[in-house]
């Protein structure tokens, strides 16, 4: 009588990874590395040096980064950043979400009008910042000045106090689109059992929205921040076609800021700028995530 050798009750096999998978992932891994993680640290190591780009340098330790926290004008690049970046991104998640539940309800052409509503979304930022520059300095104060509204016969982008409203409302209508596309996948995969079943309990529309759509979509609304927040920070093209940072530096983002030097001579200052910026950039996601952690409803 012979017996059978069988593996331990509960133990695994190793799952064996096929080779197509290296295929695809080393090349991506190697590129990654070259042209974004390589020159990443290179950068990094730069900050704590005094080259301007050619030549030579000298090591400086944390010298680059002491003068940052004490530069004024780099601290006001921060504050508009941030403050222009949480504005946005509340006002462009509120619309895309409004606009989202719209286009998923049993409406006539919701189709077109979707399609309609993503084109802000395919066109190029610094065309879109160059459009809304002519309608602001010049279509904007000619219909004001017809309705006798003084406060905007003047181009508000030469305003300090009102300047950086044209530039939320540019990043806002350009980046509805892309949020309202994620709130209409969310929306879709919502089953219409929940809404029937709640209608017959005697709930209505605003009570359905609070207790059944918000809670269920909660993970596309921290995917929707969370994206928004990181482009909003990086805003570069918007703010050069608008603006140009100005009128004197009000309107003056990171970016902006960053590439600035990077072209004029100060390149391992603007190093240590931008190596800031981005782990303010990772915390700034991480506390997000951290903050809605628990809260995210899986269909």
Known sequence: MTTEAHPAVGKRRPRRVEPIYYLFLVPTLVLFTAFVVGPALVGIFYSFTDYIGVGDWSFL????????????????????????????????QVIALALAVGLSSKIRAATTLRSVFVLPMVLSGIVV????????SNTLPALATSAGFAPLEQSILGDPDLAWLS????????????????????????????????????????????????PLISGFIVINTILGVKGYL?????????????PGTATRSVAITIFGGFTGGDYAYQMTNATIFFVLTVLISVVQLVATRGRMVRL
Do not use: C, H, K
């Not at 910042?129 to 602001?136: C, G, I, P, R, T």
């Open 61 to 92: 330790g944390l010298r680059n980064y002491q003068a940052l926290f004490d530069d004024p004008a780099i601290l006001e690049s921060y504050t508009f950043t941030i403050g222009f970046a949480a504005v946005t991104v509340v006002i462009a």
């Open 129 to 136: 910042a160059y459009v809304f520059s002519f309608l602001f």
């Open 167 to 214: 530039i939320v409302i540019v990043s806002a209508w350009q980046t509805i689109p892309g949020a309202m596309l994620v709130y209409i996948g969310g929306l879709t995969a919502i089953p219409a059992d929940l809404y029937e079943a709640s209608a017959i309990d005697g709930a209505g529309a605003w009570r359905q929205f609070r207790s059944i759509t918000v």
């Open 234 to 246: 990086g805003a570069y093209d918007v703010i050069v076609g608008l603006t140009g940072g100005g």
